[in-house]
């Protein structure tokens, strides 16, 4: 049984500092994508990183590259998005996502990931 749980989220002030984490049971982070999402009320969820399995290859949305950092620890079967400079635009409920199926090939769009952790939500506000 496939199983994220995400934790970390919290009020930060603009500029400051973040690290998120997500422990995945049921799968292995080393032969299966991962990634992290985010959503604010009345839109769509959007990919924010993923990382693949098969290369390691990275995917950043434009909105955070060069602020955020998505890195894995396969034998803590945890992934972690480390959030530097934020913004009060970052603020959502952040997701940890998987896709179906082990491999590679997985965009890092919510449409390819089917399995999802509860969301932790961050707050960017003075």
């Known amino acids: 049984q496939v199983q994220l749980v995400e934790s970390g989220g919290g009020l930060v002030q603009p500029g400051g500092s973040l690290r998120l984490s997500c422990v995945a049971s049921?799968?292995?982070?080393?032969?299966?994508?991962i990634g992290w999402f985010r959503q604010v009320p009345g839109k769509e969820r959007e990919g924010v990183s993923c990382?693949?399995?098969?290369?390691?290859?990275?995917y950043y949305d434009d909105s955070v590259k060069g602020r955020f950092t998505i890195s894995k620890d396969d034998a803590r079967n945890t992934v972690y998005l480390q959030m530097k400079n934020v913004k009060p635009e970052d603020t959502a409920v952040y997701y940890c996502?998987?896709?179906?199926?082990?491999?590679?090939?997985?965009?890092?769009?919510?449409?390819?990931?089917?399995?999802w952790g509860q969301g932790t939500q961050v707050n960017v506000s003075s």
């Open positions: 996502g998987a896709p179906p199926t082990a491999g590679s090939g997985y965009v890092c769009h919510h449409l390819e990931y089917k399995y």
């Open positions: 990382i693949s399995s098969a290369d390691g290859s990275i």
């Open positions: 049921g799968f292995t982070l080393d032969k299966h994508a």
